[in-house]
């Protein structure tokens, strides 16, 4: 993400508190002691709420940053799917739909697991065929809203099913 791209105080007043709490978790391994911290720190959050003057908000949102970056953790730990991960974009598994453009001589040679796969996906069509049903009798009886009215227009009925 470009780092020249403005923000509104809400988004940072949000980016400012997961980054505390992510890097409270650094701090604290013991995971009672770190939701003791954490509930600490949301009470600091919590304390400025509704804060109504805007001069005083920035000011309260810059110290918190600046509080923020002389206490951030020396090495704070990442998920190793993030970017600075060990396994970061490694290994990445291929989107189902790929199989779907095998040639069948391809596919010969897994028809266990091409068997499984089509199972699997006509259990899914099924399960999905139940749930638009039980949705449209939740409707007719009154105990689900309608679907928006441009779904309907587009489709040309009642529930859209991707296909």
């Known amino acids: 993400m470009a780092s020249n791209v403005l923000l509104t105080q809400r988004q940072r007043v949000l980016r400012l508190y997961k980054k505390a709490i992510r890097h409270l978790e650094s701090w604290h391994v013991d995971r009672i002691e770190f939701r003791y911290h954490a509930v600490l720190m949301r009470a600091r959050f919590d304390e400025h709420k509704d804060e109504k003057d805007m001069k005083l908000a920035f000011k309260l949102l810059e110290a918190g940053e600046k509080e923020f970056w002389e206490r951030q953790h020396p090495q704070p730990y990442i998920f190793i799917d993030s970017p600075g991960g060990t396994r970061y974009e490694r290994n990445i598994p291929s989107p189902e739909w790929v199989l779907d453009n095998w040639h069948p001589a391809e596919r010969a040679q897994y028809p266990t697991y091409f068997a499984k796969r089509e199972k699997r996906i006509q259990d899914e069509l099924e ?8 949705e449209e009798k ?22 859209y099913v991707p296909k």
């Open 127 to 134: 399960r999905w065929t139940e749930l638009i049903a039980e």
């Open 138 to 159: 939740l409707v007719k009886e009154g105990k689900l809203p309608p679907p928006p009215p441009s779904l309907s227009e587009e489709h040309g009925d009642k529930f």
